[in-house]
Structures are given as C-alpha cells and as structure tokens.
C-alpha cells in the first residue's frame, strides 16, 4: 500500500483530503499532519524503527512555523529521506512559487485543491 504524507496547517485542507481519502476509498496509507516539525518527527522516528519512508511527502508552500520550502530543503539534506518523493502545494499559481519549490528540491508542484486519486496514480 503507497504511504502518503500531507503536511498542512490548514485544518480545513488536512480534513478535505483525509475526507476524500475515505469517500473515494482510495488505496492509501494517509498521514495528516499540522506542522512540518510534527512530520518531521514522525519521519525520523519511522526511520529508527526500521520503516520505509513515505513514497511521498507533500506539504504545503504557506505555513507560519517552517514553509514547505523549508521542509523540502531539510529533507533534501538528510541522507535518509534524499530519496523519498517530495512535492510542494499550494493554492498559488504564481509562477515564482513553482519556480521557488522545484529550485528547493521538490520533484512536483501541485494546486489545491489535491486531486488524491490522480496523486497516487501518478506514483
């Protein structure tokens, strides 16, 4: 089963993609969660018990504590998690925000609102 994690302090968005998680019962481990620091976490303690990353990470470019381009770049510095999958979101369509989020190491930029299915599809 592909493991999906989804950062975003929206809790309006974290309920919106859970929810269609659910009604479309999508083949999906989903992680929610609010904060990149709370990702974070839950990564590296996966990784001390011998799990798998996520095929893919996703957090969105706008949050208070720590962006998502502040994630990716984390990440991208951490030996392991250089191959996890790793996408920025958000409800911009600026160009300098694709720009911005790919340059930091994302490998997809996505618009909200997620299209799940498509997502894991395109795995």
Known sequence: MTTLFYVDDSKDDLFYLDYICRRQQIDVDLFCFPTAEMALEALEM?????????????????????????????????????????AICSGSDAAEDRARSLEAGADAYMEKPLDLAAIIHNL
């Open 46 to 86: 996966r990784a001390a018990e011998g799990k798998t990353s996520p095929e893919l990470l996703v957090a969105d470019l706008y949050m208070p504590l720590d962006s998502g381009i502040g994630l990716i770049t984390r990440l991208r510095l951490d030996d392991r998690f250089k191959a996890m999958r790793l």
